[in-house]
């Protein structure tokens, strides 16, 4: 067989279609999205906490019932198509005082993760990106504070502010914050002397430009999973206050206070008293875990556990 | 070394002086005055009286300067609820029960929960694995006051294999200890498996299996000692939870300890007495990581004695 010139045809020039064996371009969010995706007990956790949320808005609105309506009549009804959860010892309808409690139980949880989120990233953020003598001053402070006892600075903070639902948040936040401030700057720090930064820099960026296209980015995935681990945290250590007679006062209820009110119930098997609040924090806690477990893992696939 | 030693030990005592600090300033500018809290007002002398025995009548600069004098004599001052009970008194009451049973948790988290994170560390990815797996995320999830009730209900009031309350006999231990040791167990073993894992297939465990080493050789004298050091930085928190947590466990189960005394105390208003027990156990919480922390430069010879760039 002769080979001619003919049996061959130039290849196109194409450069574009030369560099068409990456994969499509994703954008960071867009990569840890995928990732989260098949994550399926992350996902769980992310619906349970949608319906968490959707109840605790609608929960008291499409029950029939008040939540601090009480009725001696009605006292220690067991779970009944009037009563869906029951009623405990006023008679008050457990389902809506259930949803009502997840109103105050998540808001607390929400709010302290968002204060701290705001007060750790700011106080970490500088402390890392100015360095040296304002970071050692700064992080001097924050590692005397983080030798104190959380539970009993906040349980300290109550008792002298008074319980209420405000003085919960700020007692939580006066030292959650800490922990965000820590990682955030032990982050930037390590950030900053990296060789794109640098470069960055060398080519003459702006220190907010640097702050805004590479620290923020590069830190965001970490503050996003210690965010949703602080908020199971927040509602559980909430829970603990109301338990020890510190926290929400009647007749509003969190889900703490109600497990507190339910206590006695072991033993007089009105079970659903305790059973309801006590679930409702546990599947909480539990979804928010699973949740900040699985965006670690998607946001920095490298740890992945 | 011992420079890392000194400087751990004087962040420990300016750590344990502003705390002191901060709790004597907070307790004082708490609204309201602890002799009037049935809401009738005491004859005057009474209350002058009264405010001499706890010095309230002095400045509160002298107040607290004769705080710190007596803090540094071991002596944390009378209760105001009960003039005839003093603060060393009521934590020499309370203090052996949570003692013991914040002992008998701590071990049984740490030999739990190591255990736990190896044997399902070996069974990567099987049964043991997960049922360990769940088991850390209940810890995790479930309140101890969730968990105490349970087994409250369960084990002593159905089955009746132990006691439901109060304190005593070593089977009044149990089911508190469990209680506590839960989420500790879920932490260690979390920590642990993950640990074990990434140690398993590091270089040196495959020159140990080459060798013709046993399996038991190799995972306890070799995998395990690396895996657990992470532990060890933790314990410091852990001794934290598992004290804060008995708060509220010693008030399930009617135990005698300091968790009773505190709560009273903030039932009562009482300051001497919440402030005693906050002094006394932040300095119990701080010294004890203090220790940790020398124990665990002295276990990792590699870590860094500047104590500046610790992980956070």
Known sequence: ?305 | MLSFILRRFVSMIVTLWLIITLTFFLMHAAPGNPFEKEGKGLPDAVAANLNAFYNLDKPLIVQYGLYLQNLVKFDLGPSIANSSDSVNKIIARGFPVSFQLGLVAILFAIVTGIALGVVAALRHNRLIDYVAMVIAVIGISVPSFVLASLLIKYLAVEWKLFPTATWGTWQHVVLPALALAFSPIAIIARLTRTNMLEVLTAEYIETARAKGLSPATIVFKHALRNAILPVVTLLGALIANILTGSFVIEKIFAIPGMGKYFVAGINNRDYSVIMGTTVFYSTLLIFMMFVVDVLYSIIDPRIKFHGKEREG
Do not use: C
Request: aromatic share 12%.
């Open chain 1, 1 to 305: 067989m002769i080979v001619s010139d003919e049996l061959f045809t130039p290849m196109r020039k194409d450069n574009l279609s030369a560099e068409a064996i990456v994969r499509p371009q994703l954008t960071y969010w867009q990569e840890a999205w995928l990732r989260l995706r098949g994550n399926k007990l992350a996902l769980a956790g992310l619906v349970i906490i949608i319906i968490l949320g959707v109840m605790a808005i609608a929960g008291p609105i499409i029950s029939p019932h008040d939540y601090a309506k009480q009725s001696m009549i009605t006292k220690n009804q067991p779970p009944s198509a009037e009563n869906w959860f029951g009623t405990d010892d006023f008679g008050r309808d457990v389902f809506t005082r259930v949803w009502h409690g997840a109103r105050i139980s998540l808001f607390v949880g929400l709010m302290a993760a968002l204060i701290d989120f705001f007060i750790g990233v700011l106080y970490g953020g500088i402390a890392g990106y100015l360095g040296g003598r304002v970071d050692n001053i700064m992080m001097r402070f924050v590692d005397i504070l983080y030798g104190l006892p959380y539970l009993l600075v906040v349980i300290l903070l109550m008792v002298v502010m008074g319980s209420g639902l405000v003085t919960i948040i700020v007692a939580l936040s006066a030292t959650g914050w800490i922990g965000m401030a820590r990682t955030v700057r032990g982050q930037v720090l390590q950030m900053k002397n990296s060789e794109y930064v640098l470069a960055a820099k060398t080519m003459g960026a702006k220190p907010f430009y640097i702050v805004r296209k590479h620290l923020l980015p590069n830190t965001i995935g970490i503050i996003i999973v210690y965010v949703t681990l602080s908020v199971p945290s927040a509602i559980f250590a909430e829970a603990f206050l109301s338990f020890l007679g510190l926290g929400i006062q009647a007749p509003m209820a969190s889900w703490g206070t109600m497990a507190n009110d339910g206590l006695p119930t072991i033993l007089s098997g009105h079970w659903w008293r305790l059973f309801f609040p006590a679930f409702f924090i546990s599947m909480t806690m539990l979804a928010f875990n699973v949740l900040g477990d699985g965006l670690r893992d998607a946001f920095d696939p490298k740890t992945r556990r």
